[in-house]
């Protein structure tokens, strides 16, 4: 037979043990253990050194003698280098031994409650306890026992349900762990069932969660895809804007070298055309001169040749005889009609030289109609180069999506107030923007730059006049515009207070 010892246990009025004198301080344990354990009967499977106790206990609803409540009832068996292989059959035998002797003769029963009817175990139920050891031995020699040997240390606890005893896995875990056994707990079968329920909306979660990563991984790879062909496309108009702008400058050196070249062969050719009209009168008024001094000769020596045929005394009248009168009056008609053929030759050779000026005259101005016409085509050739070139800059204009700002000033835009440094801005705060001219002290702000006018545009705040209100909590961006046109761009990161 194998052998055992045996100790009741309680609170009949008091903690009371009743057995052999060793192991009692593990017995002292159970006054107080596990107070939050609400089970009618549980089984407690500890080993320590070599032995193996099994513990046996009620209380749940357990009184005193007295009637007070928080009393509990045990029986614990303790084997020396064994442990019990029919954990089901043993725990049994505790329930019939409890049952069969100890109900009516040491507890009482009514209503789910239990109380104790001895105040001591020694003294009050000697033999009833003997009776319980000597019913403990005849059943225990039918179970089957193997040795502690080569055991580790056991260390925390594990709860099982009475239909989960003797199996493998539970005596594997009796090799680590101290083990508490009550037919309330529920089986593991049943924590399966109940884990399978509680798991089985959580897989469904779990696989619609894992439909909705693969669609989003999708649309990822889509996006991505996307943005390769964007950047793509965005590096090939780069390339192509690069391109346009080097034919641009390329046909405004060329036009601007055409223009300068063909400004240079107008001014040579006004200046040869302006030399040759110079000399063209001076030439006409030499021989203006010329033609003068050429008649002049002649003038005089017809004039002295007059004079000598028709002197001053000619002019006299001779009054002679009656018979003579028919010629004086002859001799007077011609001497009266002299002066008026001088006047006609002269005129004649007035003439003679009006005409020789009028000739040279309109060579002259022969030359000056086609000079004139040669400036006025110079001058719509200028236009058509001007044109050209503004057409030009059009297309260098819708090419670059935005007009050239050259003549606009280089300008910063500056933030301060409430101690910005250059930063953040502070969510709900007001500051002041100005705008200044590059490498400049001079203040931009509201004023007329080189003739354009200077507005702001902010996003994320509201602008009242050079002050903005910062109501975006993530990000300001201050636009500053000439004449409608945005020259420079700030975006300044917002943190809250």
């Not at 225990?140 to 349900?161: A, H, W």
Request: aromatic share 8%.
């Amino acid at each position: 037979m194998d052998s055992f010892s045996l100790y009741i246990h309680g609170c009949p009025v008091g903690h009371d043990i009743w057995g052999p004198d060793e192991n009692r301080d593990y017995i002292k344990q159970f006054y107080n253990h596990d107070e939050q354990e609400q089970v009618s009967a549980a089984f407690h499977i500890e080993r320590i050194g070599n032995s193996t106790y099994y513990t046996y206990l009620r209380k749940k609803n357990v009184s005193n003698a007295d009637g007070r409540p928080g009393s509990y009832f045990g029986m614990t068996l303790c084997f020396t280098n064994r442990y019990c292989k029919n954990v089901y059959t043993l725990f049994q035998i505790f329930e019939a031994v409890y049952s069969q002797i100890c109900v009516g003769r040491l507890i009482e029963q009514s209503n789910n409650y239990e109380r104790f009817l001895i105040r001591d175990f020694a003294n009050d139920a000697t033999d009833i306890l003997n009776n319980i050891q000597r019913l403990f031995e005849s059943n225990i020699k039918e179970l089957s026992f193997l040795t502690n040997d080569n055991m580790p240390k056991q260390s925390g606890i594990v709860r099982y349900s009475l239909k989960d005893v003797d199996s493998p896995i539970f005596f594997e875990t009796y090799r680590h762990k101290k083990i508490l056994i009550s037919p309330d707990y529920p089986s593991k079968d049943a924590e399966n069932e109940l884990m399978t329920k509680q798991v089985a909306p959580l897989q469904s979660r779990c696989q619609q969660l894992q439909q909705e990563a693969s669609e989003l991984k999708g649309k990822l790879n889509s996006a991505e895809q996307a943005n390769i062909t964007l950047q793509g496309n965005i590096s090939r108009l780069e390339n192509e804007k690069v391109e346009l702008k080097r034919q641009l400058e390329s046909a405004e050196k060329n036009i601007r070298k055409h223009y300068e070249t063909e400004i240079r062969k107008a001014e040579q050719k006004i200046k040869e055309t302006e030399e040759k009209i110079r000399k063209q009168k001076e030439s006409s008024d030499q021989t203006i001169k010329e033609s003068v001094n050429s008649i002049k000769e002649p003038l005089e020596k017809l004039a002295r040749l007059v004079a000598g045929r028709f002197p001053d005394d000619s002019y006299k009248v001779v009054r002679e005889d009656d018979t003579n009168s028919k010629k004086a009056v002859t001799s007077n008609g011609i001497k009266v009609w002299i002066p008026t053929i001088i006047n006609i030759l002269l005129c004649v050779l007035l003439g003679l030289v009006l005409y020789n000026v009028y000739k040279e005259k309109n060579i002259d101005d022969g030359e000056n109609i086609r000079y004139q016409n040669h400036i006025t085509q110079l001058e719509k050739k200028i236009l058509q180069l001007e044109s050209e070139n503004q057409i030009l800059k059009d297309k260098n204009t819708d090419v670059s999506g935005q007009e050239k700002v050259e003549d606009f000033p280089k300008l910063r835009i500056d933030v301060s107030g409430n101690g910005f440094k250059g930063d953040n801005l502070i969510l709900g705060k007001t500051y002041t923007i100005t705008a200044k001219c590059k490498h400049e002290k001079k203040h931009a702000n509201d004023e007329c730059i080189l003739g354009k006018n200077l507005k702001f545009k902010v996003e994320g705040a509201t602008l009242d006049g050079n002050q903005i209100t910062v109501t975006d909590s993530n990000e300001v961006c201050i636009i500053c515009l000439i004449d409608s046109k945005k020259i420079e761009k700030r975006n300044i990161s917002v943190k809250k207070k």
